[in-house]
Every structure is written in C-alpha cells, then in structure tokens.
C-alpha cells in the first residue's frame, strides 16, 4: 500500500497514528501462496460452524436485508438477559467484543490517560487504547498466566482508569479460578474499571466464571458469539455490568452498527443449548489430539481452557516464527504470540478432525525443514 503523508486537516492524535492494518488475513496469504489452506488453524475459529438453526435464520434474514438492524438490539437482550437471569439493563449489545472495546475505551479514557493490560495479551484493546490517546502500561505475564496481583498493583501505582484481564487467555490458552478472578474485582482500584474479557469462558472448566454481579461497578464483562458460537464473520457480542456503565454505550454507539442477519444468527444461536454442548464436547476431545501430536513432535503443549492450543517449541521467537512460516508453506495457517517470551509458543486452534490430520502430517515436515 503506498503511503501518504498525513492530512493536515486530521486531529494531531490521528495524525499520530501509523495507518498500517495489523492482521494479515488468510485470504491474503492463500492468494500470495497460489493456494487454499488444508487446515485454517490460525485465528481460533470454529472450522465446525455455527448451529444449523443459526445459519438457517441469517438465511432467513438475508431477504429481509434491506430494513435497517434494531437500534435497541432488544430481542437479543431479552434472550440474553432470561439466559444469565440478570435485568436486560446490565447488557449491551455490539460489534463483537472488538467493536464494545472501541466504545468502552472512548467512554472511560482521555487523552494522556493511563490503561493498564499483560505484556502480549490481546493486541485489539491495545490498539483502540492507542486511538484515544491513552498511555497503555504492560507487565509480564507470570508463565503461561497473566498476574492479577501485578496488574492491580500497576493499575493503583499509574491511576489507570481501566485495567484488562483475560480469562481463558489469549494467546495462552490458561484460565484462572474464579476465586482468582474475583479477589481481582475487589483489589480494583478506586476509579479504575476492570475489562474482563471472556471470549473462550464457554469452553472454560467450571470453576472459571465468576458469579454474576451486576450491583458491581468495578467489572465490565465482555462475551461473543464468535468463539464457541462460530459466528467470527457475523460480528456480535455482549457486555455485562453495572446499568450505570452498559447503559452508556448508548451515548456513543453506533446504534445501526450491529446487522440483523446477526442479531437472529446470535437468536437463534443462544437458544440451541444441543449445539453448543456438543461443540464443547468435540472442542475439549479434540485439544488432547493436538496436545498428543505436540508430544509426538517433541514439543510441550499447555493446558488449554479454550479452543486453541499453545505449543511451547522450546526455543525463541525467531523459531517459532520460522515453523509458523513453514507450517504455512505446508498449507497449515497457524499464528503465534506476539512478544517475548511468550513467543517461544505457536498457538494452533482446534479445527476439525481433518484438519487436524494435516496438522498431524505437516507438523514433523516442518520442524524437520528447519
Ligand atoms: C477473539 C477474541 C476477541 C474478539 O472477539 P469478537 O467478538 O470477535 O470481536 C476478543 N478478545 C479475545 C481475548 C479474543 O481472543
């Protein structure tokens, strides 16, 4: 892409920002190659799909394409809100959890303000910090886990106004106990807001989800139908907290921006409770085929609680990178973490079966080219 120079007309913050996309998607790499991908392993998706009923009414919806979304996303609310049994008014409705980050930085940071997050978690909530100006702090993780004890200290040290956690992680795959999770709620300091991202909490064990607690203003809870639901594409998710804090998302939302082939997928999704437990029945089954083929191959997979794995590779970043390069070559999309020494992991999400198979026979090919 060529580059300009920046507008003179753009706030001095935007001008600021490099206009580079972060994500190479697959497609892009597939056109580059000259060739689809055996196995689509990199980006956590549910090769599976969604449940036929879902699929079935975003069918039933494209024909009704052409009437706006619901400004309120009220259907969806009320489904979600019976299905947590919690008041419609703790929820908020948007873009996935990317799009409800975006707003809930704008919402609680200004410029100069401080954000603090895990030196290589979730690259997407540091971006839109970015993209308001805020000063985002990191601390290391603490092995395979992100350190709540740490994050609160920065959080008090710096003022910060938000501080993130996710659980299950990524790119880790390691999930806390709700113990855990919720001595982090009450250490939350006073004027910081705690974002608990629980993206892969479907395929989390029991004891990982926190009860809910919506009198609480000291957590925002996001959750998607991109994960174990398999609408990635399809754009939706949720937050859950306190009224006073999802109901300000109405005061900058984009209140068109969720699309109604969503809202009824996500409907209709939320009701086949056969489906998901299925899904997180194959999910769970089919780690432990990665985690084996991992050890066959000499490397050490980590306990996951999502539906990925990460594979630590025992050497560096640099490694790791080459056998991601290679895996590609071999016709298996894989990514890994950004940052050192997470790094030193490739994280492979669980695929179907078939998939897996490829990942089984390209694995040993590629670390033996390397
Ligand atoms: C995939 C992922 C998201 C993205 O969720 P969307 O609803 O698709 O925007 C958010 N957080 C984490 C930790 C993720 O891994």
Known sequence: MTHHAPDPRLTALAASLSSTVPFVAPEEMEAARGAPFE??????????????????????????????????????????ATHHGIAPE???????????LGNLVRLFVAEGEAVVTSDGSYPTFNY?????????????????HEDPKALITKAAEVG???????NPNNPMGSCHSAETVQRMIEAVPQGCLMVLDEAYIEFAPEGAVPAFDTSDPRVIRMRTFSKAYGMAGARIGYAIGHPSIT????????????????LAGAQAALADRAYLSEIVTKITERREIIAQIARENGLTPLPSAT????IDCGHDGTFAR????????????VRMPGVAPLDRCIRVSVGTKAELEIFADRLPRALAAL
């Open 322 to 333: 080459a056998l991601v390069a290679k895996l590609a070559d071999l016709g298996v999309f």
């Open 39 to 80: 196995a689509r392993l990199g980006a956590n998706e549910l090769s599976d799909g969604p449940s036929p009923k879902a699929i079935a009414a975003m069918q039933a919806q494209a024909r009704e394409v052409w009437k706006c979304g619901l400004p309120d996303n009220a259907p969806l609310t009320r489904a979600l």
């Open 160 to 166: 910060a106004k938000l501080v993130y956690l996710s």
């Open 307 to 310: 539906n990925f794995v990460s």
């Open 247 to 262: 109901s300000a998302f109405d005061k900058i939302r984009n209140h068109f921006g969720v699309n109604r082939l969503a």
């Open 90 to 100: 703790a929820i908020t409705v948007g873009e996935g959890i990317d799009g409800l």
């Open 128 to 144: 839109h910090v970015a993209g308001v100006g805020g000063v985002l702090l990191r601390v290391p993780y603490k092995g395979v």
